[in-house]
């Protein structure tokens, strides 16, 4: 722990680091949208052309986007509804901060930690729903009874709309959809069909114990995932892949193998944290802590530091793999994701040490890799 008074040590590079996020990662987001549809699609090269003002400006599309979210919130409020106990919070209600923080490091991760109206809990609310949902606003030019059927549900499918869309257009221009696509419609269907199932899992997570909500949390789930996520559609959408039977099976067997990964983990994970007599984790061996909690030291978390990490890669492998081998741009993805929990293991290490002091050393000893066995 930092001594009383002691100035909390700045992520994500201080204010300089987050002013250049703040321009970075929009720029980004542009770039892999403009490049996507382009015949070179080329990852590092300029974009081939720069839309003008009047494309980017469609009044219909957000008072769509706005109704949209509006439903979304509405649906959120509901009293018929599961309420989930969440974690208790370091620091109860904000982020440590140094009296006179920097308004655009601030600004970036956010001051306050859990902003609310009443019931209405801002992050929790975009760290599943628009995050997701605005996943299905980018193209939904094709109307379906699916998509009638959806509206039904608040979470699950409408996360998915906007592959089905893309899905839904391929077969317009081509007489069918490509097994390419299909591919990439399922897996990422069962992706988000797992998150929203394990919705309470939310809770848990280090965006909603420990990050404020500020543009960092915002971008993310508002324009960053809907928009980068869905890159592997919208580039097979414009760049066709053909994608024979037995490569298929193969890809299908490298995401099974990460969803195995990534779910046994999480059920693991969260059957010991709400109960550690669980018959299913009772016999897996833990090292105590100074403060109450045991850390798993067997099972799935024997194994690596973050397997529901390792997971998590090999799925986002099997994402890129039915978009080929031509084009660098559908592995952005990998590449970004690779990144993202590389730099988030390096801060949950941080915390855990902080938190757990000897014990933490005592398990990283037991466990030396942190997310792939014998190689990190």
């Given amino acids: 722990m930092a001594p009383q008074g002691s100035q909390a040590e700045l992520e994500f590079g201080g204010p300089l680091g987050a002013a250049a996020l703040l321009l970075l990662l929009p720029a980004t987001m542009f770039h892999l949208l403009l490049v996507a549809r382009s015949g070179p699609a080329r990852l590092l090269g300029p974009p081939p052309y720069l839309p003008e003002l009047e494309e980017l400006w469609r009044p219909w599309a957000l008072l769509l986007c706005l109704t949209w979210l509006g ?63 605005g996943w299905a606003l980018h193209l939904t030019s094709v109307e379906t009874d699916w ?34 696509m299909w591919l990439v419609n399922g897996f990422q269907l069962l992706y988000v069909g797992d998150a929203l199932w394990h919705e309470e899992a939310v809770l ?23 928009f980068t996520y869905s890159l592997q559609a919208q580039f097979l959408l ?27 983990a999480n059920s693991q994970k969260n059957t010991f944290r709400k109960n550690p007599s669980d018959p299913r984790v009772a016999d897996l061996e833990t090292i105590s802590t100074a403060t109450g909690r045991r850390l798993l030291v067997s099972g799935w978390w024997g194994m690596v530091r973050h397997p529901n990490y390792l997971g998590d890669l090999i799925m986002a492998l099997a994402w890129s793999l039915p978009c080929g081998v031509s084009h660098l741009l559908p592995y952005f993805y990998l590449l970004y994701f690779t990144a993202l929990l590389v730099h988030r293991e390096a801060r949950d290490e941080q915390q855990c040490l ?23």
């Fill in 71 to 133: 439903l979304q919130a509405a649906l959120y409020l509901l009293p018929a509804r599961k309420v989930a106990e969440g974690q208790e919070l370091k620091d109860k209600s904000r982020l440590r901060y140094p009296i006179n923080g920097n308004p655009i490091y601030d600004f970036f991760l956010g001051r306050e930690l859990n902003p609310r109206i009443c019931s209405f809990d801002f992050k929790y609310f975009c760290e599943l729903r628009p995050g997701l949902i």
């Fill in 147 to 180: 998509e009638q059927t959806a509206l039904s549900h608040p979470l699950c499918n409408p996360q998915v709309l906007i592959n089905l869309a893309l899905l839904m257009q391929e077969a317009e221009l081509r007489g069918s959809p490509s097994l390419a």
């Fill in 204 to 226: 848990t997570t280090m965006d909603i114990i420990h990050d404020g909500f500020g543009f960092m949390l915002a971008f993310g789930d508002l324009a960053w995932v809907p």
């Fill in 238 to 264: 414009y760049h066709p892949e053909p994608l024979g039977l037995p490569l298929a099976s193969v890809i299908c067997l490298i995401n099974a193998v990460g969803y195995y990964i990534f779910r046994g």
């Fill in 354 to 376: 902080q938190k757990y002091g000897l014990a933490w050393h005592a398990y990283c000893q037991r466990v030396p890799y942190r997310i792939v066995p014998y190689i990190y």
